[in-house]
């Protein structure tokens, strides 16, 4: 319980602020960026970021190493399995088991989130990570792989969702793009690293349980390293002006995790910087906890808008279908690496790494909108010449393959990194843990319904139709974008929360 001393000071702090619907001179500074320089050691924000990546970098190596391993357990000369005889709805169960864990993962992030808190549920999915590894690698028959499979995805979904978040609430507001957006670079590195792995072991009998077993150690390194840091400062923070423990100290062990997590060049600001933190939560509300009901009002309706928003148009833009359509457009171009469809995932994964490499350098210093706009315009422009080649242009496939690359670039430095980077930006604290999770159902549910219908509309419509489908639905999230996202560039989440919301 917090003191009574303190406890009603922080409440009616907010309740001036919220009842005058203005902010008056004495909370000025908190808003208008007149606060604490956040001193940091580089050095320091080294590993509060690396170990909550590493949940981003086994999701991508799963997506990589699964294309090699569905290849190997169909052999039946190398698969080492007298199951290897799949249909199609087994393959599919294999490749998507993962993805109906991660929705699972994300609805369970909803209940568990902000009572577990950032680490822990960091934790439990390194666990998940490693539980799944393990029996995929190990199974031996199909039921089991496919629950692995489910397991692991569960710890998929745990990890996109407490990652960002335990990322942005750690990170200095200077380097808090760079960093968020590195997750995705991290994510691509993992699905590069898992094509390439994949393309070692596909011809070695049992190989698929190399490449799933692979993933074990990072999963371990993971945990501990989870372990061994602190819990997020803004999160203990928000359980104490909710009553949620003792507000004196919450309050120490908040400066305490800033001091480790800032490193020694924070010095003794870290106490004068968590009362700021303190004093700005109260100011805007958070002392409530956030209910069912107040998700869809205000400022929490607009934070929902936007993240949900932005991870809808992520994917129902076509990134799944246009890299599963890779392979047949470099083919038609004449590329004999095309033949090769791991071949061909590793040269798209390393344009994916290049160019979120290039977003994560000029993110904090563009900002985030002039991202969003000017990539997914790319993306629109790139849709509409795939829908042309395969309606008009059929002689002209590098056409087709300039439209490719030029679709994967701009994804990568739109969508790709920045949708993350907003969805874990955008939500005000006490409603971060649920937000998060349904912007993380959102994005798996629409991935999955894009991945499933693309292949009846195809065969409805014709793969042409589909990509001018695609190219309008881009139109429309330029739309969004522009009138809906606010531009989050060197604003502390506290100031995105008053500014922005």
């Known amino acids: 319980m917090a003191s009574d001393h303190?406890?009603?000071?922080?409440?009616?702090?907010?309740?001036?602020?919220?009842?005058?619907?203005?902010?008056?001179?004495?909370h000025e500074p908190l808003v208008n960026g007149i606060h604490t320089s956040e001193s940091y050691s580089a050095s320091a924000a080294i590993l509060p970021f690396l170990f909550p990546a590493l949940g981003g970098l086994l999701y991508g190596y799963d997506i990589g190493a699964t294309s090699c391993a569905t290849i190997s357990i169909e052999s039946a000369t190398l698969s080492g399995i007298s199951w290897y005889d799949l249909s199609s709805v087994e393959v599919g169960l294999i490749t998507s088991g993962s993805l109906y864990g991660a929705l699972i993962g994300s609805f369970l992030a909803f209940n568990i989130a902000d009572f577990l808190g950032r680490r822990r549920e960091l934790i439990m999915a390194s666990i998940m990570y490693l539980v799944g590894a393990l029996v995929t690698a190990f199974a031996p028959n199909l039921v089991v792989m496919v629950i692995g499979r489910f397991v692991y995805g569960i710890g998929i979904g745990l990890a996109m969702h407490a990652a960002p978040m335990y990322i942005a609430e750690t990170a200095p507001s200077q380097i808090r793009g760079v960093l968020i957006s590195l997750k995705e670079f991290f994510i691509v590195l993992g699905m590069v690293a898992g094509y390439g792995i994949g393309s070692l072991l596909v011809e070695t009998v049992s190989g698929w349980r190399y490449m799933y077993g692979a993933s074990t150690p990072l999963a371990v390194i993971m945990g501990i390293g989870m372990c061994w840091l602190p819990a997020s400062p803004r999160w203990l923070?928000?359980?104490?002006?909710?009553?949620?423990?003792?507000?004196?100290?919450?309050?120490e062990t908040a400066v305490c995790c800033l001091c480790r997590l800032r490193g020694q060049s924070i010095g003794d600001s870290a106490s004068q910087h968590v009362d700021e933190i303190l004093t700005e939560l109260s100011y805007v509300g958070e002392e409530k906890e956030v209910t069912l009901g107040e998700i869809f009002h205000g400022k929490c309706l607009k934070a929902m808008i936007i993240g949900a928003g932005l991870v809808l148009f992520q994917q129902i833009t076509g990134q799944p279908s246009v890299l599963y359509y890779a392979a047949s457009v470099l083919q038609s171009a004449g590329f004999s690496a095309a033949s090769d469809a791991t071949r061909v995932s590793i040269l798209l994964g390393l344009l994916k790494l290049i160019m979120t490499g290039v977003a994560v350098v000029v993110v904090d210093r563009l900002g985030r909108r002039p991202l969003l706009l000017g990539g997914v315009s790319g993306m629109v422009i790139s849709l509409f010449l795939l829908g042309s080649y395969y309606l008009f242009l059929d002689d002209l496939a590098a056409i087709a393959v300039v439209a490719l690359l030029l679709y994967v670039g701009c994804y990568q430095l739109s969508f790709g990194p920045i949708g993350w980077l907003m969805i874990s930006e955008v939500f005000p604290l006490r409603l971060r843990g649920r937000g998060l999770s349904v912007a993380v159902l959102v994005n798996f549910g629409a991935n999955a319904l894009v991945t499933f219908a693309f292949s009846p509309l195809k065969a409805w419509l014709g793969a042409g139709i589909v990509f001018y489908v695609f190219g309008v639905i881009a139109i429309l999230s330029l739309v969004f974008i522009f009138f809906i996202v606010p531009e989050t560039k060197g604003l502390t989440l506290e100031e995105i929360e008053v500014k922005c919301l």
């Open 237 to 251: 923070l928000l359980r104490a002006i909710q009553g949620k423990g003792n507000m004196q100290e919450l309050r």
């Open 6 to 26: 303190e406890q009603p000071g922080l409440s009616s702090l907010g309740k001036v602020g919220r009842s005058s619907g203005e902010i008056g001179p004495e």
